[in-house]
């Protein structure tokens, strides 16, 4: 019996701006924003169900817990810009 093979090379980590699409990356400023599901509906002109889709496919794939961790998320991982300073 042959062992099965392993790579000789570890995956590299993925880019910030790779680990949500641009669509995502939108909805997450505006869920950093402070905005509502249907304010941010609005704003993008798509429906509510629309971004509560794109806001559950955000949790998935930062793996985080809410909103808020997500935006910490965004804000450690650099998917979201930094705060400017008033």
Do not use: W
């Not at 099965?4 to 400023?29: K, V």
Request: hydrophobic share 45%; glycine share 4%.
């Amino acid at each position: 019996m042959v062992p099965a093979a392993t790579p000789d090379y570890e995956c590299a980590p993925a880019a910030p701006e790779d680990l949500l699409t641009s669509t995502e990356q939108r909805h997450l400023a505006l869920v950093a924003d402070g905005l509502t599901a249907r304010e941010a509906a609005k704003q993008v002109y798509v429906t509510e169900a629309t971004v509560r889709t794109h806001r559950r496919n955000i949790l998935m794939k930062l793996e985080a817990n809410n909103f808020p961790h997500a935006v910490a998320i965004g804000f450690m991982t650099g998917i979201l810009p930094p705060l400017e300073q008033p």
